[in-house]
């Protein structure tokens, strides 16, 4: 449009020119004139090329100011729009915005109009006016037309958000229940679970642009946005671990661990038992009534006795047991054969089945934290905390730098039966068959950040996910910080945007996390967790309590939780990661909401959702935010 513009101007100057040059001609040819005459004449030509010059001018102030109202109208409007329907509302605010900055018949234009319309998520403006010449009048030029254009439309800058959700058993229940601790591990009726994944997949519409399958109060998703830019969505959904393992490179898994399990130590049979005689004939034959097992073997003998009527036959029944001595404690297991070159087996065996035999032991893709320590102050946090440290690389050479696999089946609560009272850190043998079957959560798996190509994939993932397990918050964070961080362990696939279609990728990345939980953290210190068995593994801290509180809250280790999850929350924002938290239902103390506030990059990205209606608002809040516009032309 300044092409066009310009080359009217060209045209007025030089039409102007044109005129004086004909005049001077005549003049030329004239030589009965004079001086006075030629000057006389010359003045009126010269009056129209100045005066050329300075409606121009003002042709091209009047323009640009034009060009100003009519981008800040379709930015306005578009903003306006947000995710949803172009409507009346959104059209107001376009006009107003261009009356602001152009008011009507302003810089002394008439005729003016300004009109804006919307198309696939585009606003377009057209504006016109008319300009009164001046001193260009001599040259037979009264007025000028001008008209400018302009559009908007949401592009987003490459972003990258990472979903870190607590999907711990109280998102079984509703908002509004006071009661409901997991509702016996099946959804409610409007449980907060459902309620988060409406609210994470309307967030998807509106960032993605892609329809979901849900219900969705506030977005009209069409069209995604192109490959001119890069958007990658990631998931960490959390109890009191998380399902990283899979998606990690062998390497960064030891070839062993140490689990609170047991070891082999000896084995010895017992005499053999009579346990059931039945009669039977001198040539008649006896047949074993039962199958041998690893720990107890049976066998049937053929017995006699005489008396004064004669001899009585008789089939005797015996068996006798294998006493095996185990060592319980912590023991060292090897761990390498769930690695299978650059991929993973999901399956090993382990010599602690019975008798000391192979029992086959299933890895569902949790993990076991590095090292750690304990202590009231992590700020800064302690260089020995391995654990918390997010942009540590694992080598082979640093075994403080691996982690291991979580084998809940590899787990012995030694000296628990069914009870918890006798339980001891104590390590002992014992021929005892000691608890193997610690609460295990292990949510489902997390998810790298990745370009959704299609709605339907993103939302077979959300409604994957399952309620269940304690409230950890520091090991969401932490991984998610893990999975998102541009220098850490995906620092290839996170530090730069990748090619991506007829986008050649390399430009700087845009990062959100969104951390969103229900409640207060909770933990029991005879669950198996990221960091072993609290009771016995004592990680985290000493002070676990006696075995009989077992099943309840422990407030020291609900402790370190939190001052856990205070420093991690500061080192995400210190990598220049935008941290949005999210309380959702009343599952929250005042502490909590204080610390969930903190955490945040400022208050105003911190969200409280009394209810899933305000919780799918909350999300679209964020949402719409992330969703910068620019400005294309």
Avoid at 16 to 30: P, V
Avoid at 341 to 347: A, L
Avoid at 479 to 502: D, K, L, Y
Avoid at 534 to 548: E, I, N, R
Wanted: proline share 4%; hydrophobic share 35%.
């Amino acid at each position: 449009m300044r092409d066009g513009w310009m080359a009217k101007a060209n045209s007025v100057r030089t039409m102007g020119i044109a005129r004086l040059l004909r005049c001077l001609s005549c003049l030329r040819r004239d030589v009965a004139g004079n001086a006075l005459a030629i000057m006389a004449a010359a003045l009126i030509p010269m009056a129209g090329m100045v005066g050329g010059a300075i409606d121009i001018s003002r042709m091209y102030i009047i323009k640009t100011r034009m060009q100003h109202a009519c981008d800040a109208g379709a930015l306005a409007g578009r903003k306006q729009m947000g995710g949803g329907i172009w409507g009346t509302d959104d059209n107001t605010v376009a006009e107003k915005f261009y009356d602001a900055n152009f008011p009507a018949n302003g810089y002394g234009s008439t005729g003016t109009t300004r009109s804006f319309a919307e198309s696939g998520g585009t606003v377009t403006g057209t504006a016109t006016a008319t300009v009164p010449m001046t001193l260009m009048r001599v040259l037979g030029v009264n007025t000028q037309s001008l008209a400018v254009s302009c559009d908007s439309e949401m592009r987003l800058p490459n972003t990258d958000v990472m979903f870190v959700l607590d999907v711990t058993g109280s998102m079984n229940c509703t908002a509004t229940s006071t009661t409901c601790t997991n509702n016996n591990g099946v959804p409610a009726t409007g449980s907060k679970i459902d309620g988060l994944k409406t609210a994470v997949k309307c967030f998807f519409e509106i960032v993605a642009r892609l329809k979901t399958n849900a219900t969705c109060a506030t977005t009209n998703a069409t069209g995604g946005t192109g490959n001119q830019v890069q958007i990658r969505f990631g998931f960490m959904p959390y109890a009191s671990n998380v399902n990283v393992g899979y998606l990690l490179p062998p390497a960064y898994l030891a070839d062993s661990w140490s689990y609170q399990s047991r070891k082999f130590v000896s084995s010895s049979w017992s005499a053999w038992s009579a346990y059931s005689q039945s009669n039977s004939t001198q040539n008649g034959t006896c047949t074993v009534a039962r199958s041998d097992t690893a720990t107890t073997q049976y066998k049937v003998d053929k017995t006699s006795s005489s008396s004064y009527s004669g001899t009585n036959y008789y089939c005797t029944q015996s068996y006798r047991t294998l006493t095996v001595t185990w060592h319980y404690g912590k023991i060292a297991q090897p761990v390498s054969a769930l690695k299978s070159g650059s991929t993973w087996n999901t399956s090993l065996t382990l010599p602690i089945g019975a008798g000391g035999a192979d029992r086959s032991i299933t890895w569902d893709g949790c993990i076991q934290e590095r090292p750690t320590v304990a202590t009231t102050n992590y700020t800064p946090i302690p260089s020995t905390a391995y654990d918390l440290n997010i942009d540590l690389v694992p080598t082979a050479g640093n075994s403080n730098s691996l982690w291991g696999p979580s084998l809940p089946d590899a787990i012995y609560l030694r000296n628990i039966s069914n009870s918890y009272n006798q339980a001891t850190n104590t390590e002992s043998d014992s021929t005892n068959d000691y608890y193997n079957s610690s609460d295990d959560y292990c949510p489902t798996a997390a998810k790298k950040l990745q370009s959704w190509s299609d709605a339907a994939s993103f939302d077979q993932y959300v409604d994957s996910l399952v309620a269940q397990g304690n409230t950890y918050h520091d090991i969401g964070m932490l991984w998610g910080a893990r999975f998102m961080s541009p220098t850490g362990i995906f620092a290839p696939e996170n530090a730069v945007t990748q090619p991506n279609g007829s986008y050649s990728g390399g430009a700087d990345i845009q990062r959100h996390m969104i951390f969103m939980t229900d409640g207060d953290s909770t933990s029991n210190p005879c669950d198996y967790n990221a960091y072993g068995v609290p009771f016995y593994d004592q990680k985290q801290t000493t002070d676990v309590g006696l075995a009989q509180n077992c099943g309840t809250n422990r407030q020291t280790l609900i402790d370190q939780i939190n001052l856990r999850l205070a420093a991690l929350c500061t080192s995400v924002k210190n990598k220049n990661i935008t941290l949005w938290v999210i309380s959702f239902g009343n599952g929250t103390n005042t502490d909590t909401e204080s610390r969930l506030q903190t955490c945040a990059t400022s208050p105003s990205y911190y969200f409280k959702a009394a209810d899933s209606a305000a919780l799918q608002t909350q999300f679209a809040a964020i949402a719409n935010k992330i969703s910068a516009l620019r400005l294309t032309k």
